[in-house]
Every structure is written in structure tokens, then in C-alpha cells.
């Protein structure tokens, strides 16, 4: 009649085991996410690194050289906008 007030061990190792569970969920989430912010992290410094080389590498071309692939003498800009193109008239 009054067991009701008695500890109930069985109850207590049934949450532990659920919190135990909800741990693992956890860190399992947070290794993905971590995961998926290190790609980011790579993506963003590769793009970083070809934007520079895009932009100061083509200020250190000699000016005199034709042979930069028969285009016409712009530098091509791109924007954060991949649908943008800001064109720059080189310098002669």
C-alpha cells in the first residue's frame, strides 16, 4: 500500500539508460556537425586562395604578353552573386 513511497530502483537504471542514450544521440549530432563545418571550413579557404590568386595573380601577368589565351584584355571579377560578372578593363 505504501510502496509508493518506496524507491523504485528499476525506474532510476530505466532514466539513466535513456539519458545514456540521449548522450550518444548527442555526440553522434555534434561529430556530424562538426564534420560538415571542417568541409565548410576547407571549401572556403581553397575559395579563398583561388579568389586571391585570381585577383592578384592576373595584377603580376606582364602587361605585354598576348598570349593570355586570345581573349580580349579584361579581368573577370566575380561576385558573391554567382550570377554577377564585374569586368575590369586591364591596364595597357
Known amino acids: ?11 532510476h537504471l530505466r532514466r539513466v539508460m535513456a539519458l545514456l ?3 550518444h544521440l548527442a555526440r553522434i549530432e ?5 564534420e560538415h563545418h571542417g ?3 576547407r ?9 586571391e590568386r585570381e585577383l ?4 603580376q601577368m606582364p602587361l605585354g604578353d598576348s598570349s593570355a589565351k586570345g581573349q580580349d584584355e579584361k579581368a573577370v571579377l566575380y561576385a ?3 550570377g554577377r560578372r564585374i569586368e575590369t ?3 595597357a
Do not use: I
Open 21 to 23: 542514450e540521449e548522450a
Open 1 to 11: 500500500m505504501f510502496s509508493f513511497f518506496q524507491p523504485n530502483r528499476n525506474g
Open 43 to 51: 571549401m572556403y579557404s581553397e575559395r579563398a586562395k583561388r579568389l
Open 56 to 59: 592578384y595573380g592576373s595584377a
Open 89 to 91: 578593363q586591364a591596364k
Open 30 to 34: 555534434h561529430q556530424a556537425a562538426a
Open 39 to 41: 568541409a565548410l571550413a
Open 80 to 82: 558573391l552573386d554567382p
